[in-house]
Structure formats: structure tokens, C-alpha cells
């Protein structure tokens, strides 16, 4: 058995300032199931695989007794002058990096406890929900726009865990849901893709087709992009909760160059600017082509006159992806 505030402390001193302890029972399969069966994961088809890992972290790590899970806060930040374009988390270097790097000497000093002990460690890629697990480990509680809301930091942080075969000899208790009969996030979804509280429809989330969307984006999600040109804060920009006195973020986040552009300056951006740029964040996702069809699709849904002669050098680009976006982009300004 391991000490609850020894893996506590140990955690803090590795760069998690958010830890919490849960036992390692199973979840509930009902919301995941349902939302599957309506096809709300969209192009995401990695979420309908190994269903049964994702619920029961036995299935993970045989005789699991713990579930650690970690949070690392990004913000709030000082927004660009102009409209901020980028999703705060995704303004700075890649979480996956810094969960990833603090999980490893996490697992050091676990392992310098006790050299027996098997983990499994996730930072969303994986087969975990590190939401579900994050409220039943006391961390938070899950809000009406299906994000984690914790008391100090708001919605802005990232989660990892850890599934250990070990029991821990204190765990936290979940705590409650305080939206009460707040929607404020619900009715500020520019595409509304809250079918129900804390049920996102990624079929019409502009953070799902602005990161993970490679494909086709269909005239009624562009027409709402606005100003988004990678992920959506909509959600959390509206969330009282986030407009607390939240301590700063993790400095290794803060914003970078990149994540700072206006969208005009992003879809001029050349190969070789983007390489430069995007190397270690999370704009790496969807890729030069990708993020410049974003920005295209972002300025027309604004009808921005003044990247008028920009969109019309990038209808000739030759990704067919970009060059369609910023015809469409000239069309919605006219």
C-alpha cells in the first residue's frame, strides 16, 4: 500500500500541482455507450474501439487498484490584441509533452517505493477517460459543457492518470456538480453541439473540425467558425467559474508566436514559417494545409474585406483543401 500524501507530494514536486485518488472500480458504461450509439464522436473512430479498457482499468492493468489522476492549469493568459484565434491550451508547447515528461519521474520515484509496482499512464491518446476518472478522484466536477471545472483553476488545465496496482491508504471524494440551473456555455456553443448538459455532439463541435477534421467541413459549421481558427473556448470563455481570481498558469504553456497570429497571418504563412512555428505545439495536429484552410474558412465566416487579395492568391494554392476554402472564403465577402 502506498501513502496517499507521500504519491501526493512526490507528484507536486514533479510538476502536477493538481492530484487526486480514486479506487479502481469500474465506470459507469452508460454515458459512454449512449453517446457512441448516436454517433456524437463523429470522425473519431478511435473512440468506439476498446470500450470495455476505457471503463474497467482491470481491463488496462490486472488487479488494478488506483487510479492517480493529474492536472496541470494553463491559464488564464493575456489574450493577443487582436481577436484570439487559437485555443488557449493549444497556445503554448504540446501538454502531451509535459504530462508525458512528469509522468516519467513520477514513475521514478514510484518505482524507487516500490521496484514491483505496474502503471499505465495516459494523457487522452490512450484508452482512458481522464474526465470521469478526474470527478470521481475529487479533482473537480464535470460541468453542462462536459468539461472538468475545478474550484481554483476553473475549466483551464489539461489531465493525465496513472492505473496502479496498488492500494493507496486515503482516497478523495468526488465532489459536487455546482452549475445548478447555469447554461451559459450551453447557449454560447456557436453551433449549438450540446444536444443535452454535458453531452457534446463533436459532429458539430468547431474544436473537433478545426483539429481533428481533415476532411470536408459542411457550410453549416463554416458559416459559425468566427474567429476560430484551432479549437473553440466558447464554451469556457463564458463559465463563471472561470472568471474567479485564477492563480497563473504553467509558465512551460505560455502562448507562443504562433499562437498569437490573427487569422489572415496564419493562412499566409509559408511551409517553412510553419515548421518553424508549429514544431512542439499541439497546430501540428491538423497540419500546415489544414491550418491554413481553417484560417481561410475563419476569414470568410467573418467576411474580412481586407484578406480579400490573400484569398484570392490562395484559390490558386495547390492543396485542393486551402484552395477551396478560400473560395468559399470570397464568396461570403462578396
Known sequence: MFLAEQLRTSAHECGFPLVGF?????????????????GY??????????VQERLDPKAIVPNAKTVMVLGIPYGPQDDPPHAPVVARYARGRDYHY??????????????????SVRTYACVDSGAAMEKAWAE??????IGKNGLLIQRAYGSWLTLSLMVLDRDVDHYDEPQPRLCGSC??????????????????????????HTVENHGPIPDEIRLHF????????ACQEICPFNHLDIPPGDPRQAPRPLGRMDAATIAALSQADYDQLATGTPMRRIGYHGLRRNACLSLGSTQNKGARPLLAQLVSDPNPSVAEAAGWALNQIG
Open 183 to 208: 447554461e451559459r456555455c450551453l447557449k454560447a456553443c456557436p453551433t449549438s453541439a450540446f444536444p443535452s448538459p454535458g453531452v457534446l455532439d463533436a459532429n458539430r463541435c468547431l474544436s473537433y
Open 41 to 50: 464522436n463523429a470522425g473519431l473512430a478511435a473512440m468506439s474501439k476498446r
Open 226 to 233: 468566427g474567429r476560430h481558427v484551432f479549437g473553440c473556448d
Open 136 to 141: 470521481r478522484a475529487g479533482l473537480g466536477f
Open 22 to 38: 480514486a479506487p479502481a472500480e469500474p465506470l459507469d458504461p452508460r454515458p459512454l455507450l449512449e453517446w457512441l450509439e448516436h
Open 98 to 115: 509535459a504530462h508525458r515528461d512528469r509522468m516519467r519521474a513520477l514513475r521514478h520515484r514510484l518505482c524507487a517505493i516500490d521496484s
